[in-house]
């Protein structure tokens, strides 16, 4: 009997708990559809329409709906993968009469709409290779069938999935999937066809250029009103419209996917980092600078060469071309292209000798294993804001979100087992800390354990996953557990932020690493005399200062706060007999601390007003004849609105209070629960 399995439908049903509203469930740790075969008597959490685990399975099924629909409308048109992603899903498509336009994805929509109204159902069966193999071969899904080959190779189980459709002649349309589906199609209450771009087959740039076309699906329509409308808002808020318009950023295709920041943007960049440098002073941090450039014997060492170089700048330097070259004509030819194509590349390979560093933990290790350490200097917390270099591919890069040169508010930790309690709950003291100060209150944390493929001992792995959950247990913070996602090295804390539009981030991370000081063979002398291997935690609160910029940009929709903004105050003449006075108080607000700009040129006030607003200056001061008669400001706050006639002290005095970043009333004493009423559940 204990092999007997049943469709969670016929379990629900025979103990009268199946209702239409439910549309997968939740079973050992995952999402499983209604359609999938479980243990008899297995124990099953239903997830209901409104639950947010529903809108993957909602979304994956909109997927096939409109892979159904694009093949009724535009024959020979081959499929191949379609995904439910965070906000919506996508499907990649091979059409030989070329490009999607958008009176296409209109028709696209309106034939979704008309086979879900029919609320066909799902069904799934499995089939042997051969068997799904020869269906779609025969139908010339030449992409299909190189999945199903793929999955095969694997020994996996083949899945199909039908759905009716309404005018085909078998009445339901087919794919190869694992799943989870509805259980009908009238489950998709409202679906949008948002954009198409391109995208390579399997993400390599070398397959052919496949059309994929974006939407999303939502229970009901007011749903998807309420998601459009923060589509609409994300589009105003874009990080890189707002960096063009507020002179913060750009970029130049003679350095792709590598920021520039401009004097006003550069400017928060840098307050970015003080804020975080004056936290480590009180946090214990040492701040180290480490090389950009290393021998690969380092990244060999750390395990990068290995696994990471793909990603990777790789240098080679004149003497290296040299030493190779030198008496050799084989050589000469291959660069002349003339030589064996192969054994061209191996020369190159064997030429490359150093690379940028991607990441700054291999150097750290470096440092803490220069002499022997004690028990007594742990734990060592080494923060670095180096430069890094990653290779992006040009289809993922993304304006400051995905980018190939960043900075990190990098550090490390280099402690003993029983310390890695305490370090981290001071790193999550850190972390909110931080996120306060930005205003992101909605923090959700996920710890993710231990992978299938992992190194280190069972007893390492259970005491790191019970100190990360201790931490959390302890200081009454929420956190999800997600089973198998932890790195190969160890388990780590994740924390997602919620931005202004409801919108969730990863930012924050701290993990914790066996591998790395194994690799590296560092140790300490514990109070035994001894030799003990130290563990290491890494972590980050902003992560890539890059990516946070473009987050925090469009969170505060460009309204910097005073203590960040490039400038805190612009002095605006009402003509250029005001500008002498004009310049006197601005000179002696510069003198307080304060960032100044001065508009005292011919413009029309009203134009000199409007263009300070586009800029989302923080104050706006007005100086015409009366106030410079009178010594006095007509000020103006971005966010409270007009302060009227003030004295120059009095608004200095006021601005000098926003000007220094915010701290918590406890400082690093504080902790999370000082926070919990700001932290989602």
């Known amino acids: 009997m204990a092999d007997v399995q049943r469709t969670p439908r016929e379990l629900l049903e025979a103990r009268g708990e199946f209702a239409d509203e439910i549309v997968a469930v939740w079973f050992d740790g995952k999402i499983v559809d209604l359609h999938t075969p479980v243990a008899d008597g297995a124990t099953l959490e239903p997830i209901r329409v409104g639950d947010a685990r529903a809108l993957s399975v909602i979304r994956h099924s909109a997927a096939h709906i409109m892979a159904d629909a694009v093949q009724r409308l535009f024959p020979g048109t081959q499929v191949t993968i379609g995904p439910a992603v965070e906000s919506g899903f996508y499907y990649d498509f091979d059409r030989p009469d070329g490009p999607f336009t958008d009176k296409d994805l209109a028709r696209i929509e309106k034939e979704m709409k008309k086979i879900i109204s029919g609320k066909k159902p799902f069904t799934r069966e499995e089939m042997s290779h051969e068997q799904v193999r020869s269906l779609f071969d025969g139908m010339g899904e030449k992409y299909k069938c190189e999945i199903i080959d793929t999955i095969a190779a694997r020994g996996e189980s083949i899945s199909v999935y039908r759905h009716g459709s309404p005018g085909r002649k078998d009445g339901s349309w087919f794919d190869v999937c694992a799943g989870p589906h509805v259980p009908h199609a009238g489950h998709l209450g409202a679906v949008k066809l948002t954009t198409v771009a391109g995208a390579y087959w399997r ?356 309204k910097f706060p005073v203590w960040l903004a490039p400038e805190q105050i612009i002095l605006l003449t009402v003509s250029e007999r005001q500008s002498d006075y004009a310049q006197k108080v601005a000179a002696e607000l510069r003198a307080l601390g304060l960032r100044v700009l001065v508009d005292d040129g011919s413009d029309k006030l009203g134009a000199k007003i409007r263009n300070a607003r586009l800029m989302r200056h923080p104050y706006l001061v007005v100086i015409g004849d009366d106030e410079a008669t009178a010594g006095t400001l007509s000020a103006r706050s971005r966010d409270a609105g007009e302060l009227g006639s003030m004295t120059v002290a009095a608004f200095a005095e006021r601005v000098l209070r926003e000007a220094s970043a915010p701290r918590l009333e406890k400082t690093h004493a504080a902790g999370p629960r000082e926070q919990e009423s700001n932290i989602s559940t």
């Open 203 to 558: 993400g390599d740039e070398r397959n052919p250029m496949l059309q994929r076309i974006y939407g999303t699906a939502f229970p009901t329509e007011a749903d998807l009103e309420a998601y459009l409308k923060q589509l609409e808002e994300a589009k105003a808020r874009d990080h890189r419209k707002l960096g063009k318009e507020l002179e913060l950023t750009m970029f130049h295709e003679y350095a792709p996917a590598m920021p520039f920041f401009l004097p006003r943007g550069a400017s928060v960049y840098h307050r970015l980092i003080q804020y975080v440098r004056d936290l480590y002073v009180d946090y214990g941090y040492q701040e180290v600078i480490t090389p950009q450039v290393f021998d690969k014997k380092l990244f060999e060492t750390s395990g990068h060469w290995e696994n990471y170089q793909d990603n990777m700048f790789l240098s080679v330097t004149r003497d290296a071309y040299q030493d190779i070259v030198a008496g050799n004509p084989e050589a000469l030819a291959a660069i002349e292209g003339k030589g064996n194509r192969e054994w061209f590349e191996q020369w190159v390979g064997g030429s490359i000798r150093t690379g940028l560093k991607p990441m700054n933990c291999p150097s750290h290790c470096l440092i803490f294993g220069q002499r022997k350490r004690s028990y007594r200097e742990l734990p060592w917390r080494v923060a670095d804001f180096g430069r890094l270099h990653r290779y992006e591919r040009g289809g993922v890069v993304h304006g400051l979100a995905r980018v190939r040169t960043f900075c990190q508010d990098d550090a490390h930790i280099f402690c003993t087992p029983e310390q890695m309690v305490e370090e981290i709950s001071a790193f999550n003291r850190l972390l909110f800390e931080v996120y306060n100060a930005f205003a992101f209150d909605k923090v959700a944390i996920k710890l993710a354990l231990r992978p299938d493929k992992r190194v280190g001992t069972d007893e390492m792995w259970d005491r790191a996953e019970a100190a990360l959950e201790q931490v959390l247990v302890e200081a009454n913070l929420p956190f999800e557990k997600l089973d198998g996602e932890g790195a190969f090295y160890g388990p780590k804390l994740e924390f997602h932020v919620t931005d202004a539009i409801g919108r969730s981030w990863q930012l924050g991370t701290i993990q914790v690493d066996y591998a790395l000081p194994e690799r590296f063979g560092l140790d300490y002398i514990g109070s035994d005399g001894a030799a003990h291997r130290p563990v290491m935690l890494h972590r980050a609160i902003l992560g890539s200062l890059e990516r946070f910029y473009g987050v925090y940009l469009e969170h505060c929709a460009g």
